[in-house]
């Protein structure tokens, strides 16, 4: 194997991961929404900007704050705004289901 195709492929594992935490992102909040029963409708407008915010202190949050994995490690669990705890089950979501897409392609790639 030569190391561009290595590259390649370790590159399409690596975006397979990032769409795989932002589907888990998605997941995650359909399920808290259903939890705290609000409407889903919103969450499918990603054109719009209030979308998501935080259910301690009800701030919109920005893009910047909704970085899967990202965002919760930067701010350590906590909201931005009012440093209301984030459960783990959301970063648990983005990284297993990020995992599962991953090892799909991990598994496309080699068969
Ligand atoms: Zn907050």
């Given at each position: 194997m030569n190391v561009l195709f290595i590259t390649l492929c370790a590159l399409q594992v690596i975006i397979g991961f990032i769409i795989g935490a932002i589907l888990g992102c998605f997941y995650a909040t359909i399920m808290d929404r259903i939890n705290k029963k609000m409407?889903?409708?919103?969450?499918?407008?990603?054109?719009?900007?209030?979308t998501c915010f935080c259910f301690n202190c009800n701030h919109i949050l920005k893009q910047r704050d909704m970085i899967p994995i990202i965002s919760y490690l930067k701010y350590k669990g906590k909201c931005?705004?009012?440093g209301g705890k984030i459960g783990l089950r959301n970063i648990y979501y983005e990284f297993v289901i990020g995992l599962i897409v991953m090892i799909g392609i991990c598994v496309f790639i080699i068969y």
């Amino acid at each position: 194997m030569n190391v561009l195709f290595i590259t390649l492929c370790a590159l399409q594992v690596i975006i397979g991961f990032i769409i795989g935490a932002i589907l888990g992102c998605f997941y995650a909040t359909i399920m808290d929404r259903i939890n705290k029963k609000m409407s889903i409708t919103k969450v499918f407008n990603i054109f719009k900007k209030d979308t998501c915010f935080c259910f301690n202190c009800n701030h919109i949050l920005k893009q910047r704050d909704m970085i899967p994995i990202i965002s919760y490690l930067k701010y350590k669990g906590k909201c931005k705004y009012c440093g209301g705890k984030i459960g783990l089950r959301n970063i648990y979501y983005e990284f297993v289901i990020g995992l599962i897409v991953m090892i799909g392609i991990c598994v496309f790639i080699i068969y």
